[in-house]
């Protein structure tokens, strides 16, 4: 769908419009224009409108969430703007900051410290001026557009938003493909990366995650490493079960980090693999 501008509200900027807008920009490349919306824009479905209009309907771009009921899913503009960009789901999985975020926009300050249990006075202290500047300075001006060095950082923030949920999404899929569970004496489970040609530059990127979401069982991860032509071991979610400095002895081991969370080692057989992880695991 070709859009002509974006409009979100005047007044005070918060992350929730700001990011909305970033991944607008991105995605259409149009100005960005902060003012309250007259009847025909909001009918207009060439103008897409951001957090305030008091209508949500994709076919005529309008993300705005402010006309849901009280006890609705905390949902802001962000959420339907990655909606309608088919990213929302992938965003709840990968996007660790994204829940806050919805809760913070609908439900204020000190229901979101109830509901992450933590003190109210700690919301205030998560700000930095990376916050602060970027939208205040979105707040300061009526009109956005290319060329200008807000937009420009909107662009970028919008792009790499964009790109690392697809890479995320990639890199899961690959994951699935290629990966192993072990399953080791029938104790602890672990999550083995085979080498593959050509290598990932990070093999055991995006690892953590599949594990969190799909292999929750693992206590481990076993990888390629990129810089010789062995593997590299690591306790996953830093589980003490696992003891790699017991490791650090062998001859095939180059390296054991001292607070026995990884090592890295020449070996590539499985069965030699499988043996140090034996040795590194205390139970």
Request: proline letters at 4%; one cysteine or more; hydrophobic letters at 40%.
């Amino acid at each position: 769908m070709e859009i002509e501008q974006i409009i979100t509200h005047p007044g005070g900027a918060h992350k929730d419009d700001f990011l909305a807008s970033c991944l607008m920009v991105y995605s259409y490349g149009v100005p960005v224009v902060r003012k309250e919306p007259t009847e025909a824009e909001v009918a207009n479905a060439a103008i897409a409108v951001l957090d305030v209009g008091g209508e949500h309907n994709e076919e005529k771009m309008n993300f705005d969430h402010h006309q849901f009921p009280a006890d609705y899913e905390p949902t802001c503009a962000l959420s339907l703007v990655l909606m309608h960009l088919g990213l929302y789901e992938d965003a709840r999985l990968y996007c660790d900051w994204l829940e806050t975020s919805e809760w913070l926009d609908t439900r204020g300050a000190v229901k979101t410290a109830a509901w992450l249990g933590i003190d109210r006075s700690a919301m205030a202290k998560l700000n930095s001026p990376v916050d602060i500047t970027l939208l205040r300075r979105f707040a300061k001006a009526e009109r956005h557009e290319a060329g200008q060095p807000v937009y420009e950082v909107m662009r970028m923030i919008g792009e790499d938003m964009v790109t690392f949920l697809k890479g995320m999404r990639e890199r899961m899929e690959e994951i699935d493909r290629q990966s192993e569970v072990w399953e080791i004496d029938g104790t602890f489970k672990v999550l083995f990366m085979p080498r593959t040609e050509p290598m990932t530059s990070e093999p055991s990127a995006g690892m953590g995650r599949y594990i969190e979401n799909q292999e929750p069982d693992c206590v481990a991860m076993v990888y390629p490493d990129r810089r010789g032509s062995g593997y590299g071991l690591t306790r996953y979610n830093d589980d003490l079960r696992f003891d790699f400095t017991r490791c650090e002895n062998e001859d095939d081991v180059h390296f054991a980090h001292k607070a026995g969370f990884i090592i890295k080692t020449s070996a590539t057989e499985v069965e030699r693999l499988q043996e140090l992880l034996r040795m590194a695991w205390v139970g």
